[in-house]
């Protein structure tokens, strides 16, 4: 192995470190400023307490996260 075979891979080792820390340091800005901008339009509360209706589906719960153990739905509503 002569010397610009090792400069070469040195070379071509840096440049992968360095393109990996750029898209790494883009990702992450982009993604918190789109998280930030959901946190501040989707984190009211909902009116009414989440339940289960007799079906089995949720009712009163805008996020894709479900809470366990919620209570069933009351049926003078």
């Known amino acids: 192995m002569r010397w610009s075979d090792s400069a070469k891979g040195f070379v071509v080792v840096l440049v992968v470190t360095v393109a990996g820390y750029a898209s790494t340091t883009y990702v992450d800005h982009r993604f918190a400023a789109l998280e930030a901008s959901t946190d501040a339009t989707a984190s009211q509360p909902p009116t009414a307490s989440a339940c289960v209706g007799d079906d089995g589906r949720w009712h009163n719960w805008p996020w ?13 509503r």
């Open 64 to 76: 894709a996260n479900v809470p366990m153990l919620s209570p069933a739905c009351r049926q003078d």
